[in-house]
């Protein structure tokens, strides 16, 4: 993978930023000691390891391979979190790129950075599901230590991960059969209370995309926070989820967005000096249409339609067939928006996603 020259210019200048602030470091508070599992990393340090998830009824151990930065310096908790679908590895590679820019001895407060959470899903090169229970790791938390191996992994996460954060970004990309653009930022705008929504949506808008989609609803209990972000949320703990990549690729254009937005998101909770690069005019999404398949069968999508386009009511999406190429409908668009996630592979299965529509916010800033 080349990485674009323009995420170099900013990591050089995030370089630049942390020598900068040796000056400052008189004024700051001295970190503690940050412990993660049954690891314990002083102020300063950094770790590279893993946390295990033990193995259950079905005999399957697994891992989760972190990094952990504990700055010099007093602060925030920031966790980013890559892999939790086996197959999105634009973030995957940003994490790996991202761990080895961040110098602990200038850092304030500490970088938790999970490499890969569903290690099952990304040796076996499934999509949405790990390939032993066939579970998708982003519908199980908080998980179960009796659980099945995904049910686990989310187990583990929430109470060794999760609980230690401050703030939390879970990044996703389209999987190896989703087309997705653009890239966005998203926060839960309803969901854990008035603070919580209020820090989500900072970080939401200081990580520097263009695009901003709103996630609807909240949750009685942690019990039904079933995703990674809004078990965070549930729990009282800032999250966003970022979605850039698509359909397996690791171009720069996917991987060097995440580099600089997390970078922006460090300078604006003062974890390095500087200021985020936000955009003025951010394109908000107040509500999100999911289109899915009554079918098994084969779906040919229309190559006129492209994620990132505005699409009206109506508008040929493409035509499902059965196994002999007879076909069972044609799918059009049921509401006007932006076209956000569109399957482009031939598989579909009855109840599957066909395509993402985000509805556009009536105010720009609501």
Known sequence: MRIGIGVLRKVLGFSLLVLASMAQAQEKEANLAFEISDVIVQAGETYRGSIHVPAGDDEIESKIPITVHNGTYSGPTLTLIAGIHGSEYAPILAMQYLARQIDPTHLTGTIVI???ANLPAFVGRTIYFGPNDLKNL???FPGS??????????FVLTQQIIKRSDFVIDIHAGDGNESLRPSYSAYYAEAGGEEVIRLSRRIAIAFGL????LFSGSY????DAIYTSSQAVTLGIPAIDVESGERGLIDGQYVDPITVGVINVMRELEM????PESNENSLFISDRVRLKSDHNGIW??????????YINAGTRLGVISDYHGSELETITAPESGVLLVFIVTPPINKGEDIAVIGKLSAERDL
């Not at 009685?220 to 019990?223: A, K, Q, W």
């Open 114 to 116: 999970v490499h890969i």
């Open 138 to 140: 982003n519908r199980s």
């Open 145 to 154: 230590l009796n659980g099945s191996v995904t049910e686990r992994i989310a």
């Open 210 to 213: 263009k695009t901003i989609v």
């Open 220 to 223: 009685d209990s942690v019990e």
């Open 272 to 275: 390095i000096d500087g200021s």
């Open 300 to 309: 040919s999508p229309d190559s006129l339609v492209k994620t990132g386009d």
